[in-house]
Antibody, heavy 116, light 109 residues
Framework: QVQLVQSGAEVKKPGASVKVSCKVS????????MHWVRQAPGKGLEWMGG????????IYAQKFQGRVTMTEDTSTDTAYMELSSLRSEDTAVYYC?????????WGQGTLVTVSS | EIVLTQSPGTLSLSPGERATLSCRAS???????LAWYQQKPGQAPRLLIY???SRATGIPDRFSGSGSGTDFTLTISRLEPEDFAVYYC??????????FGQGTRLEIK
């Protein structure tokens, strides 16, 4: 059984960056394809990007290209999502989730608030 | 870009009734990569159905998925109180790799 535990809530000022972590247990990170999804308050789910095993690389949604970086530390089985140049519209809950096509296991979510 | 459109936006039903939720794609989606999720307030989404019709582990058999091509359906045969939530469909395929529908809110009538 895969478990994903994310880092705690963050408050950031516009223009800053945020880095959210996602610790994996039950499997090793190398056995999984990790993706990131966000949800603005009262809104739907928005895919940000993730590892594509077919291409062997991380792919990003066009909307976030140039502003998001997803990395992995296989020594600690922890995935990271860093979003830069934050603006108020980036206020959302950010989720990590493992993918086999469908998003099978989800972290509990990390609330990122962008406010001056 | 594949766009998923869910209908209705809100569905008002009573416990014990049957719920039928629709997900229509702007172009054909591989059935292998069509999934449904349930999300309750303050919780992460939970995978219900993958491969258009396969129930995820631990999902009750009152939940069923069907469809192919551009039209997919999630059916809840007999609503239980805990089923009232928001439901999303999702596809995995060509760029962008993953897209979600906008969601259907299932509320108690």
């Amino acid at each position: 059984q895969v478990q994903l535990v994310q880092s705690g809530a963050e408050v950031k000022k516009p223009g800053a960056s945020v880095k959210v972590s996602c610790k994996v247990s039950g499997y090793t990170l190398t056995e999984l394809s990790m993706h990131w999804v966000r949800q603005a308050p009262g809104k739907g789910l928005e895919w940000m990007g993730g590892f594509d095993p077919e291409d062997g690389e991380t792919i990003y949604a066009q909307k976030f290209q140039g502003r998001v970086t997803m990395t992995e530390d296989t020594s600690t089985d922890t995935a990271y999502m860093e979003l830069s140049s934050l603006r108020s519209e980036d206020t959302a809950v950010y989720y990590c989730a493992t993918s086999s096509g469908s998003l099978d296991y989800w972290g509990q979510g990390t609330l990122v608030t962008v406010s001056s | 870009e594949i766009v998923l459109t869910q209908s209705p936006g809100t569905l008002s039903l009573s416990p014990g009734e049957r719920a039928t939720l629709s997900c229509r794609a702007s172009q054909s989606v591989s059935s292998s990569y069509l999934a449904w999720y349930q999300q309750k307030p303050g919780q992460a989404p939970r995978l219900l159905i993958y491969g258009a019709s396969s129930r995820a582990t631990g999902i009750p058999d009152r939940f069923s998925g069907s469809g192919s091509g551009t039209d997919f359906t999630l059916t809840i045969s007999r609503l239980e109180p805990e089923d009232f939530a928001v439901y999303y469909c999702q596809q995995y395929g060509s760029s962008p790799r993953i897209t979600f529908g906008q969601g259907t809110r299932l509320e108690i009538k």
